[in-house]
C-alpha cells in the first residue's frame, strides 16, 4: 500500500515562497499519478498541481499557474511543489495524493490514497 507523508509547510508573508515535499513508498513510483490538493477552512478541496495525471504530463490550476511548479526526483521518490509569488489566498492544508498513472482530479478524489496534510499559511 502506497504511504504518502507531506512536509515544507508553514508561515510565510504574501510574495514570499515554500517548497512542499511529499515523500512516496510502497508500490513503484513511476507507476503512480501523483496530485496536490489543498483546502482552506470553509471550502471545497481543490486539485492544485499533479504529475504523471491525464495524459501522463504535468497540469497546474489556473489559479496557480505561473506561479506553482511541480517537480519529481525518481531517486528520492519524491514529488515536490514549489510555490512562489504566495498570496493570502493560497492560505490552505496541502495534501498530497497517489493514484494510478494517468490519473484525473476524480479518480485522486475517489481511489487516491492520502497523507496527512501541511499547513501553508500566508499572511498579508
Known amino acids: 500500500e502506497v504511504q504518502l507523508v507531506e512536509s515544507g509547510g508553514g508561515l510565510v508573508q504574501a510574495g514570499g515562497s515554500l517548497r512542499l515535499s511529499c515523500a512516496v513508498s510502497?508500490?513503484?513510483?513511476?507507476?503512480?499519478?501523483i496530485g496536490w490538493f489543498r483546502q482552506a477552512p470553509g471550502k471545497e478541496r481543490e486539485g492544485v498541481s499533479c504529475?504523471?495525471?491525464?495524459?501522463?504530463?504535468?497540469y497546474s490550476a489556473d489559479s496557480v499557474k505561473g506561479r506553482f511548479t511541480i517537480s519529481s526526483d525518481n531517486a528520492k521518490n519524491t514529488v515536490y511543489l514549489q510555490m512562489n509569488s504566495l498570496k493570502p489566498e493560497d492560505t490552505a492544508v496541502y495534501y498530497c495524493?497517489?493514484?494510478?498513472?494517468?490519473?484525473?482530479?476524480?479518480?485522486?478524489?475517489?481511489?487516491?490514497?492520502w497523507g496527512q496534510g501541511t499547513q501553508v499559511t500566508v499572511s498579508s
Open positions: 495524493t497517489a493514484g494510478p498513472y494517468g490519473s484525473s482530479w476524480q479518480i485522486f478524489s475517489d481511489f487516491g490514497s
Open positions: 510502497g508500490g513503484t513510483f513511476d507507476d503512480y499519478a
Open positions: 504529475i504523471n495525471c491525464s495524459d501522463g504530463s504535468t
